[in-house]
């Protein structure tokens, strides 16, 4: 600890030694030139990452749905100070924080995805634009003088432009004051013809220049992840870190699994007569079309049964109602057959027989990345799996009911295109939930996206509860 | 005369291109072009050749060592036409043997090209395929205006431009800063050269600045070099405004409805009126109007920029993996060669007058007959016959080019000594 401390010191941060002292990280703003040197944890690596992952999938689908920057910046504030990211970094004048902790757990974070991000040019890509965001997020969100403070420990290669120089390009009154840096530096501000050029260099007005800052970010960040993927081979003997890698870099292409898979936080009392309704209420368009299968065919494939007799578990269904579903719900069946050969995986599920493992309901990662599901299963994300054709007849044949109409398919389809399914699937909630007064763009609860399955009916049933209606409504059967 | 599919043109054969590259290719110039000094370097051993063969047949990944292996390849492919792309980290040829990741796209001239086809609706002497020198003029302007841009906002020096052998041109920019643009820089250099947007269906294809305020300086700099183009070119030479169509897009541009009415009302009586004097009855309109809020006088500019403004295929410069077809290759439909052009006396260039490849063989024959003649005869080495024929000062011009970037090599490295 010492020796890092001292090292840090001697190469970057001579200047501030007299203004910060005490800190392992002096600032909030990182540009991650160094890696993480202390030992750290499995559990601190995958926490850290995981918690980062959430944020940055959440950018990703701020994108996606084209919210501002002002409204990005409320969604990810509220994300990063929330308990399950807690990724928030506290200025310095927050003195009863603990910042280094914080700012080492942002700096462990971006590392771990780092590596598991490096491995492709799409990820690389997409890594990229997603943390020079969260930067961008930060620097915004720093108090000016502590943001000042760390730009001045690094050399941006920027020169003040003489008023001479700038006078002769750009006459004006008074002279604004521009900074010169290498038009390459600053490609985003010359697409958008933002700076002048002349002999190569960009002059940049001052209220640009973060642009320059940014930009510095991303060209960094670039180049690191293209000499991490060429290291990375070596890395890849370390076998206890490769599955957790690859499950992050599978949770950032799907949107990020969030605790609901091993939550059971559903309703007391939940009966398996109740089930239909909750379906035609509540359901996401992966369950309702199990569902809608199940009463149809009167039986579900193995990966049907199991996406979604795991999703009814996080509902709240008991395990002695489960049974009373499924045996009601296989009616073509035996007693014996059923007894024999289902009983035992519903009780399996429920992590009352075999290694009595507690079973977690499939994330929406884990429904769009594995099983893919074949020509009779029903398992899968219809988003994901079904045709445009069919995707669209389902959709409006589950929701039309709840204000969907074909009006919204353009939308729906073209982020669908776009293979962004969980932000479809949180633009159908919003459209279908508008009654109970759901915007655009505030998904299932302070802006997020749906991740899982449970998350999306669970923030159903809850806005019905607030409704005041809750258990007075009709039992629907659908068939 | 248009250079025209229609004319009569003798047909390129197998033959006779066999017998130009063998006898006139300028191998050892392109060679030196690509790869800034004497010894091989990377820049020319890991470049990417594609070859296109008789029928149509599409080679990729070719890579070679020396200029001699790329000739012997070339004669023995006899492709119709080879293109140029980027530098790699691996040699091309090699990219099977080496892991996916360790063989990307490293280096790469900026390279631009801009076609006489995306000219269409602005001129009137030709279309599609077709070429004369009166339009020859829209290639002219749009030269000068980026070469000149090119030079001074982006500092690039080196910069050669070759006619693409029927209806277009292309520039290669061998500045190593260039070559080293990222396809991020590329996408933004493009973006700021980039005025013409739209397609068919937008009228307006000009959106550079906000309402009531002057020109970016870029742009007007292009603009000063354009307003006497548009009257010599769009309004005397294409008399583009004289035809309804013409009259009715240019109506289309004029923000004003009771200016548009007025104008329309006149244009359809006076049905033969110029171009010249329907554009100073609009100009008129510009002086006369007093309206506080009025846009008009930046409209009057938007329009001139609209009509001359260099057309860009922004395609072919973002990307540095793009091909580009290798200066000296022969159009296999007009037959002519697609020869270097200074962009000082763009003006002047008349593509009717650039060689073709059998006007070069006859030339060569009447001094030397032909050495591929004889079944059998030993393939003689003719590296220099070019300087016997009217290819000579194109080439001369490539290696005068070249000159230049080994000089820059040579002040690199000694700079590069000096400071270890
Ligand atoms: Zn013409």
């Given at each position: 600890?010492?020796?890092?401390?001292?090292?840090?010191?001697?190469?970057?941060?001579?200047?501030?030694?007299?203004?910060?002292?005490?800190?392992?990280?002096?600032?909030?703003?990182?540009?991650?030139?160094?890696?993480?040197?202390?030992?750290?944890t499995?559990?601190?690596?995958?926490?850290?990452?995981?918690?980062?992952?959430?944020?940055?999938?959440?950018?990703?689908?701020?994108?996606?749905?084209?919210?501002?920057?002002?409204?990005?910046?409320?969604?990810?504030?509220?994300?990063?100070k929330?308990d399950?990211?807690?990724?928030?970094?506290?200025?310095?004048?927050?003195?009863?924080?603990?910042?280094?902790?914080?700012?080492?757990?942002?700096?462990?974070?971006?590392?771990?995805?780092?590596?598991?991000f490096?491995?492709?040019?799409?990820?690389?890509?997409?890594?990229?634009?997603?943390?020079?965001?969260?930067?961008?997020?930060?620097?915004?969100?720093?108090?000016?003088?502590?943001r000042q403070?760390?730009?001045?420990?690094?050399?941006f290669?920027?020169?003040?432009?003489s008023?001479?120089?700038?006078?002769?390009?750009i006459?004006?009154?008074?002279?604004?004051?521009?900074?010169?840096?290498?038009?390459?530096?600053?490609?985003?501000?010359?697409?958008k013809?933002?700076?002048?050029?002349?002999?190569?260099?960009?002059?940049?007005p001052?209220?640009?220049?973060?642009?320059?800052?940014?930009?510095?970010?991303?060209?960094?960040?670039?180049?690191?992840l293209?000499?991490?993927a060429k290291?990375?081979?070596?890395?890849?003997?370390?076998?206890?870190?490769?599955?957790i890698?690859?499950n992050?870099?599978?949770?950032?292409?799907?949107?990020?699994?969030?605790?609901?898979?091993?939550?059971?936080?559903?309703?007391?009392?939940?009966?398996?007569?109740?089930?239909?309704?909750?379906?035609?209420?509540?359901?996401?368009?992966?369950m309702?079309?199990?569902?809608?299968?199940?009463?149809?065919?009167?039986?579900?494939?193995?990966?049907g049964?199991?996406?979604?007799?795991?999703?009814?578990?996080?509902?709240?269904?008991s395990?002695?109602?489960?049974?009373?579903?499924?045996?009601?719900?296989?009616?073509?069946?035996?007693?014996?057959?059923f007894?024999?050969?289902?009983?035992?995986?519903?009780?399996?599920?429920?992590?009352?027989?075999?290694?009595?493992a507690?079973?977690?309901?499939?994330?929406?990662?884990?429904?769009?990345?594995?099983?893919?599901?074949?020509?009779?299963?029903?398992?899968?994300?219809?988003?994901?799996?079904?045709?445009?054709?069919n995707?669209?007849?389902?959709?409006?044949?589950?929701?039309?009911?709840?204000g969907?109409?074909?009006?919204?398919?353009?939308?729906?389809?073209?982020?669908?295109?776009?293979k962004?399914y969980?932000v479809?699937?949180?633009?159908?909630?919003?459209?279908?939930?508008?009654?109970?007064?759901?915007?655009?763009?505030?998904?299932?609860?302070?802006?997020?996206?749906?991740?899982?399955?449970?998350?999306?009916?669970?923030?159903?049933?809850?806005?019905?509860?607030?409704?005041?209606?809750?258990?007075d409504?009709?039992?629907?059967m659908?068939? | 005369?248009?250079?025209?599919?229609?004319?009569?043109?003798?047909?390129?054969?197998?033959?006779?291109m066999?017998?130009?590259?063998?006898?006139?290719?300028?191998?050892?110039?392109?060679?030196?072009?690509?790869?800034?000094?004497?010894?091989?370097?990377?820049?020319?051993?890991?470049?990417?050749?594609?070859?296109?063969?008789?029928?149509?047949?599409?080679?990729?990944?070719?890579?070679?060592?020396?200029?001699?292996?790329?000739?012997?390849?070339?004669?023995?492919?006899?492709?119709?036409?080879?293109?140029?792309?980027?530098?790699?980290?691996?040699?091309?040829?090699?990219?099977?043997?080496?892991?996916?990741?360790?063989?990307?796209?490293?280096?790469?001239?900026?390279v631009?090209?801009?076609?006489?086809?995306d000219?269409?609706?602005?001129?009137?002497?030709?279309?599609?395929?077709?070429?004369?020198?009166?339009?020859?003029?829209?290639?002219?302007?749009?030269v000068?205006?980026?070469?000149?841009?090119?030079?001074?906002?982006?500092?690039y020096?080196?910069?050669?431009?070759?006619?693409?052998g029927?209806?277009?041109?292309?520039?290669?920019?061998?500045?190593?800063e260039?070559?080293?643009?990222?396809?991020?820089?590329?996408?933004?250099?493009?973006?700021?050269?980039?005025?013409?947007?739209?397609?068919?269906?937008?009228?307006?294809?000009?959106?550079?600045?906000?309402p009531?305020?002057?020109?970016?300086?870029?742009i007007?700099?292009?603009?000063?070099?354009?307003?006497?183009?548009?009257?010599?070119?769009?309004?005397?030479?294409?008399?583009l405004?004289?035809?309804?169509?013409?009259w009715?897009?240019?109506?289309?541009?004029?923000?004003?409805?009771?200016?548009?009415?007025?104008?329309?009302?006149?244009?359809?009586?006076?049905?033969?009126?110029?171009?010249?004097?329907?554009?100073?009855?609009?100009?008129?309109?510009?002086?006369?109007?007093?309206?506080?809020?009025?846009?008009?006088?930046?409209a009057?500019?938007?329009?001139i920029i609209?009509y001359?403004?260099p057309r860009?295929?922004?395609?072919?410069?973002?990307?540095?993996?793009?091909?580009?077809?290798?200066?000296?290759?022969?159009?296999?439909?007009?037959?002519?060669?697609?020869?270097?052009?200074?962009?000082?006396?763009?003006?002047?260039?008349?593509?009717e007058?650039?060689?073709?490849?059998q006007?070069?063989?006859?030339?060569?024959?009447?001094?030397?007959?032909?050495?591929?003649?004889?079944?059998g005869?030993?393939?003689?080495?003719?590296?220099?016959?070019?300087?016997?024929?009217?290819?000579k000062?194109?080439?001369?011009?490539?290696?005068k080019h070249?000159?230049?970037?080994?000089?820059?090599?040579?002040?690199?490295?000694?700079?590069m000594?000096?400071?270890?």
């Amino acid at each position: 600890m010492e020796n890092r401390r001292g090292t840090i010191r001697h190469t970057k941060l001579r200047a501030f030694e007299e203004i910060e002292s005490s800190l392992k990280y002096p600032f909030c703003l990182n540009f991650y030139d160094k890696p993480p040197i202390d030992d750290i944890t499995i559990e601190e690596f995958e926490t850290a990452a995981l918690d980062r992952l959430r944020v940055l999938a959440e950018i990703e689908s701020c994108f996606a749905r084209n919210r501002s920057f002002d409204e990005m910046a409320e969604v990810i504030k509220t994300i990063c100070k929330s308990d399950r990211c807690s990724l928030w970094l506290s200025t310095n004048s927050a003195s009863d924080k603990d910042l280094d902790k914080e700012r080492e757990k942002d700096h462990i974070g971006h590392f771990v995805l780092r590596l598991a991000f490096c491995r492709s040019e799409d990820l690389r890509q997409r890594f990229v634009k997603a943390e020079t965001t969260l930067f961008k997020l930060r620097y915004r969100w720093d108090n000016t003088e502590e943001r000042q403070q760390f730009l001045n420990t690094r050399d941006f290669d920027w020169v003040l432009a003489s008023s001479e120089e700038v006078q002769e390009l750009i006459p004006s009154d008074p002279p604004t004051t521009y900074y010169k840096v290498k038009w390459t530096r600053v490609p985003d501000l010359v697409e958008k013809r933002k700076v002048i050029l002349k002999g190569g260099m960009a002059y940049v007005p001052a209220a640009e220049q973060a642009s320059i800052v940014f930009q510095a970010f991303q060209t960094l960040l670039e180049k690191a992840l293209e000499a991490t993927a060429k290291a990375l081979p070596r890395l890849d003997e370390d076998n206890r870190l490769v599955p957790i890698l690859d499950n992050l870099s599978k949770g950032f292409q799907a949107g990020v699994s969030s605790e609901w898979a091993s939550k059971t936080e559903g309703q007391e009392g939940l009966t398996a007569d109740m089930i239909d309704e909750m379906a035609y209420k509540h359901y996401p368009a992966c369950m309702r079309n199990l569902h809608m299968a199940l009463r149809r065919d009167k039986h579900l494939k193995h990966y049907g049964r199991l996406q979604y007799g795991l999703f009814l578990k996080i509902l709240g269904l008991s395990i002695d109602e489960a049974v009373a579903f499924w045996r009601k719900a296989f009616s073509s069946i035996q007693d014996d057959k059923f007894n024999k050969e289902y009983r035992y995986n519903i009780r399996h599920s429920y992590g009352l027989e075999g290694k009595r493992a507690n079973y977690a309901a499939w994330s929406c990662q884990q429904i769009l990345m594995s099983n893919e599901p074949g020509p009779g299963d029903s398992h899968g994300c219809p988003y994901r799996h079904f045709s445009t054709d069919n995707l669209q007849s389902a959709l409006l044949t589950m929701y039309s009911d709840y204000g969907l109409t074909s009006q919204d398919m353009p939308e729906i389809m073209n982020m669908v295109k776009q293979k962004h399914y969980h932000v479809a699937c949180t633009r159908v909630f919003e459209i279908t939930h508008s009654r109970q007064g759901v915007k655009k763009g505030e998904g299932v609860g302070a802006g997020e996206s749906v991740t899982h399955p449970n998350h999306y009916a669970a923030r159903s049933r809850e806005l019905t509860k607030e409704e005041g209606k809750e258990g007075d409504g009709d039992v629907v059967m659908q068939g | 005369m248009a250079i025209s599919d229609k004319q009569e043109i003798e047909p390129v054969t197998p033959e006779i291109m066999l017998a130009f590259y063998r006898r006139l290719y300028p191998f050892k110039s392109l060679f030196a072009w690509l790869n800034h000094e004497h010894v091989p370097t990377k820049l020319f051993t890991n470049r990417e050749f594609a070859f296109t063969l008789q029928g149509d047949v599409y080679l990729r990944y070719n890579s070679f060592s020396n200029a001699d292996e790329l000739k012997k390849q070339v004669c023995s492919y006899n492709p119709t036409r080879f293109e140029i792309g980027p530098v790699y980290s691996a040699r091309p040829r090699d990219r099977k043997t080496v892991r996916p990741a360790a063989f990307s796209p490293q280096l790469r001239e900026l390279v631009f090209d801009i076609d006489m086809t995306d000219y269409d609706p602005i001129r009137t002497c030709c279309s599609g395929a077709d070429i004369c020198h009166r339009c020859w003029a829209f290639i002219a302007a749009a030269v000068r205006v980026l070469d000149r841009a090119i030079r001074d906002q982006f500092g690039y020096h080196h910069l050669l431009w070759v006619y693409s052998g029927r209806r277009g041109i292309h520039l290669w920019v061998s500045d190593r800063e260039a070559l080293e643009l990222t396809d991020d820089q590329r996408r933004a250099l493009v973006g700021w050269l980039t005025v013409i947007h739209g397609g068919k269906e937008m009228h307006k294809k000009v959106n550079v600045r906000a309402p009531r305020t002057p020109l970016p300086p870029s742009i007007q700099q292009a603009y000063n070099m354009l307003e006497p183009v548009f009257r010599e070119l769009i309004l005397e030479d294409q008399d583009l405004f004289a035809s309804e169509e013409g009259w009715k897009a240019l109506l289309q541009l004029i923000p004003d409805n009771d200016i548009r009415s007025r104008l329309e009302e006149k244009w359809e009586e006076k049905a033969r009126r110029s171009s010249e004097s329907k554009w100073d009855d609009f100009v008129d309109e510009v002086e006369r109007d007093k309206k506080p809020k009025s846009n008009l006088k930046n409209a009057k500019e938007d329009i001139i920029i609209q009509y001359t403004y260099p057309r860009l295929d922004a395609e072919v410069s973002k990307r540095r993996n793009h091909l580009l077809k290798a200066p000296f290759c022969i159009h296999p439909k007009t037959g002519r060669v697609c020869v270097p052009v200074d962009p000082r006396t763009i003006d002047s260039f008349d593509p009717e007058k650039v060689p073709t490849v059998q006007q070069l063989l006859r030339e060569l024959d009447k001094i030397a007959p032909s050495a591929t003649a004889g079944e059998g005869a030993a393939v003689v080495e003719h590296h220099s016959d070019w300087e016997r024929t009217s290819l000579k000062p194109y080439v001369d011009m490539l290696d005068k080019h070249v000159m230049g970037l080994m000089e820059e090599t040579r002040k690199a490295k000694q700079k590069m000594d000096l400071s270890w």
